[in-house]
């Protein structure tokens, strides 16, 4: 009967052991690899105005606006192999870019040929897998377009901060990152937290819960009067990171944001969902 304890005890020992592994977390590309990336963004977003006296020349006035939106985005990213200094070169080519907007029931006309499709950036992975782009090629697109291009590609790999220690399971970190939300031809950044905590660790994938939260208050004088904007927002999401490959293959994360704008004698209430997909696959040369 001790035997049958005894092994017992070392199971239990065992158990607890592998329960607390740690698991340590950095994105980062490989040389010698391609990266095929989706990713889709469906907006749903209603947006309800009053304007009073001179603001609408006749009295008060209501207005509605309600807009849904879905933006598909493919891309592969290719690595070369390890040179001097250890860095590696890697290119990215933009497959796909479409957008369809419907605005009050009215499906929005979108350009057939979008530029941005079949651009290419060319640069150099550090030695720890972060990129530097050199030079951005797409000449149907204008300085404006270019610039966007070149700034998303520089993102990618450093969109998540994981801590500089391996982590256990049900362990949490929380990052600040930046979500743009366009009113007019103007775009304002709002930050947002997050907060990752891993849930399971299976084989060679990791599953992270996230949870979103976003508070803004913003006042700013005016001639006119004053403008201020208050933001509120909270989602959820889940994530799934290949260990192996240093990389997160999928995402899903749900957003709902509320904004109330006042504007000199103009009030503006917005109620926006933002559901944001990503998966990629990976596959060595």
Do not use: W
Not at 15 to 33: G, I, Y
Not at 104 to 130: E, F, H, W
Not at 156 to 181: A, C, H, W, Y
Not at 255 to 262: Q, S
């Amino acid at each position: 009967m001790r035997k049958y304890f005894f092994v017992a005890a070392i199971l239990m020992a065992a158990t607890a052991v592998k329960a607390q592994k740690t698991v340590p977390f950095k994105l980062k590309f490989l040389p010698n690899h391609t990266y095929t990336i989706t990713g889709n963004t469906v907006t749903d977003s209603r947006i309800n105005s009053v304007g009073k006296g001179n603001a609408m020349k006749k009295g008060s006035q209501k207005r509605s606006l309600e807009s849904k939106g879905n933006t598909a985005m493919g891309y592969i990213i290719k690595t070369g192999p390890v040179g001097a200094g250890g860095n590696f070169p890697f290119t990215v080519t933009i497959t796909n870019f479409s957008s369809k907007n419907i605005v009050n029931g009215v499906a929005q006309a979108a350009p057939k040929n979008n530029p941005v499709v079949g651009a290419i950036s060319r640069g150099l992975c550090t030695r720890d897998g972060q990129m530097q782009t050199q030079s951005v090629t797409f000449p149907n697109a204008d300085a404006k377009t270019q610039k966007a291009v070149l700034n998303m590609v520089n993102k990618l790999g450093d969109e998540i901060k994981f801590p500089n220690r391996p982590m256990k399971i049900g362990e949490s970190f929380t990052q600040e990152k930046p979500f743009n939300v366009v009113n007019g031809q103007k775009s304002i950044g709002i930050k947002t937290t997050v907060i990752y905590t891993l849930k399971a660790v299976k084989g060679n994938l990791a599953y992270f819960d996230t949870k979103e939260a976003i508070t803004m208050n913003i006042a700013t004088p005016k001639p006119t009067g004053n403008a201020d904007m208050k933001t509120t927002g909270n989602g959820k999401g889940t994530m799934i990171y290949d260990i192996a490959h240093n990389m997160a293959i999928a995402k899903a994360d749900d957003l709902d944001m509320k904004m109330d704008m006042h504007v000199g004698t103009m009030t503006m209430a917005i109620d926006a969902n933002t559901a944001v997909s990503y998966k990629a696959r990976i596959s060595a040369k």
